[in-house]
């Protein structure tokens, strides 16, 4: 398995719009750590666990009658490249987690791959976060996936991420 895989071209260009030490690129690189998971979307499902161990859960038919919105953000890698502009379309976490209660400062993030990372609960509410499912109008491709579907969250103090 090779370290650096489909879309990553090197080193782009540097831009005043850019945060310190990040670069520009116009592909979309992928790193991947492990092979990418394909999950048939008919066994696809989204779950909300709180600390009580309270579920919820969506089917993909389910998830994908939800009220989606299209954001256009910024992503700034933390492998230093950086593609502006960058347009998605999604469920809001807001959407999602109107229903749950948790007492929670924290959110374990997992995904069918077994990529996991821990973000601020504040970080993802009041429309910073959505999972989405295309990209630049197109279904999100699957070397972008998480199992079916991305998590992008744009970040406080106006520094986007894609997780």
């Given at each position: ?48 666990s709180t ?65 996991t990372t ?22 999100l491709a ?22």
């Amino acid at each position: 398995m090779a370290l650096v895989t489909r879309g990553f071209h090197g080193r782009g260009e540097s831009s005043v719009e850019l945060p310190p030490g990040q670069y520009l690129t116009r592909d979309f690189p992928v790193l991947s750590a492990g092979p990418t998971p394909h999950i048939d979307l008919d066994r696809w499902q989204f779950t909300i666990s709180t600390e009580t161990g309270n579920s919820r859960g969506w089917s993909w038919l389910d998830f994908s009658s939800l009220p989606s919105e299209e954001q256009t953000v910024d992503l700034h890698c933390v492998t230093r490249w950086s593609k502006l502009g960058t347009t998605w379309r999604g469920v809001s976490l807001d959407t999602l987690l109107t229903d749950v209660d948790t007492a929670a400062d924290f959110v374990l993030v997992q995904s069918y791959g077994g990529y996991t990372t821990n973000l601020p609960l504040t970080d993802l509410l009041d429309g910073r976060a959505w999972i989405a499912y295309e990209y630049e109008g197109e279904p999100l491709a699957a070397e972008h996936q998480a199992g079916g579907v991305s998590l992008a969250a744009e970040c406080p103090r106006g520094r986007p991420a894609q997780v």
